[in-house]
Structures are given as C-alpha cells and as structure tokens.
C-alpha cells in the first residue's frame, strides 16, 4: 500500500531532550516536506527537498533539523526542543520535484514539557 | 512574502445548503494553487488543484473552485453539502518561481447539520 510513515504517533518530551521524528514513504516520490499544524495557523511548512541531499527552508525553521540521504526517508530532528514546539506535525511527499500532489503522514503529536 | 488568507473560520450549514468558501493569496507571480480536506481524526488529502489552463477546475466528491487571478482568489464551491463534508479545509499555494515552498491558510472548519 502506498503511505507515508511517521513515528512515533505521540511523544511526549522534556526541554533540550534531542529528539528525532521519522519520515518514510514507499512511492519513490523526489519531494517530501514537513508541516507543523496549530489551532488557528494551520499549517506551516518547516522544510522541504525536492530531492535526495537537497533541503532548503519553509516558513519556520528555526528550531529544526532534517536530512535527505536517501529518497525515501525525511527525519525532522529537534535538537533542543522548546515548549513552542509543541505541535502536531506532518510529514507529507509528492512525485516531482514540487508539491504538485500532497500524500500525508498521520501526524505526530509532540509535547514539550 | 506570499500569504494565504481564509476568510471564514468556522461555517455551520445545513445539509443540501450551498457552500463557498473563501481563499485569497498574495503572490505577484504566477502560482499553483491546491485545496486540501481533513476530515476528523484522518490526514490531509488533495480536494483539487489548478496549475493552468481552464480556471473552473473540478475535483473529488462534487466540490470545484475558480481561479480568478485579477482578484487573486481561489475559492472552494459545493452546490449541495452533505453531513459526510463535515471537516476541515485548506487552501495552500506554491509560487512558480519559489521552488517546493508551500503556503498554507488558516484552514476552515466546516460543520454540517443532518
């Protein structure tokens, strides 16, 4: 079946405690982004790539890390998580090398205490 | 900067009413524009795009919108909603010459009444 796969689906965390969020999908897509979702500002992009050792940055990403070493992984690493970090976030992948057609992840809901 | 604004946060309709529901973007280049649907407790799917051509564009379970670049509006339209529309819904926009970035809007929750 083809999906985008995040873990974990909850996380609950403390201040500066690194952390990794991973991202995999089985479509062979080129594009995979990130997204956190809050009330009231919907979704906003954190990162992008639109192919493997290429990211660049979205709207918010101070505060986060991710790499592309191969096609079908994205990780968003949170080196040193904050309380403003806490967030459902989404991982989503697209064939090309642009956001032409969405697939998201089921979210992961992240609390920083 | 490009922005994505929603004009209705929470809209309440009966079944069978008619629905639009309001996206402008701020973008003076050419964009690609998308509606995405959440329905409760799943994840985001694509409702409808448009990236050129015919700006009437249909797209999954009855719903269409109408690029109309001179007002810089891309609005979501449903002749006749049903209890199962029940969701949230997002307009987003990727500028031509801004790579893989993508602007969300607030989003639009939308509650039907059986």
């Known amino acids: 079946e083809a999906q985008v796969t995040q873990n974990p689906r909850y996380l609950i965390t403390v201040t500066g405690k690194k952390l990794t969020v991973t991202c995999s999908q089985n479509m062979n897509h080129e594009y995979m982004s990130w997204y956190r979702q809050d009330p009231g500002l919907g979704l906003r992009q954190i990162y992008y790539s639109m192919n493997v050792e290429v990211t660049d940055k979205g709207d918010v990403p101070e505060g986060y890390k991710v790499s592309r070493k191969e096609k079908r992984n994205f990780p968003l690493i949170l080196e040193s998580p904050s309380p403003n970090q806490t967030s459902l976030y989404f991982c989503?992948?697209?064939?090309?090398?642009?956001?032409?057609?969405?697939?998201f992840g089921s979210g992961t809901q992240l609390s920083v205490l | 900067a490009q922005s994505v604004s929603q004009h209705n946060h929470h809209v309440i309709l009966s079944e069978a009413a008619s629905l639009e529901l309001g996206c402008n973007y701020s973008?003076?280049?050419?964009?690609?524009l998308f509606w995405y649907v959440q329905y409760p407790g799943q994840h985001l799917q694509l409702l409808l795009k448009?990236?050129?051509?015919?700006?009437l564009v249909k797209g999954i379970k009855g719903f269409e919108a109408e690029f109309i670049k001179s007002k810089f509006s891309f609005n979501l339209r449903k002749p006749s909603v049903q209890w199962s529309d029940t969701a949230e819904y997002f307009c987003a926009v990727n500028g031509a010459d801004q790579g893989g970035k993508l602007i969300f809007g607030q989003g639009t929750e939308l509650s039907v009444k059986p």
């Open positions: 989503a992948s697209s064939p090309g090398q642009r956001a032409r057609k969405l697939f």
């Open positions: 448009y990236f050129s051509g015919d700006p």
């Open positions: 973008y003076g280049g050419t964009v690609n």
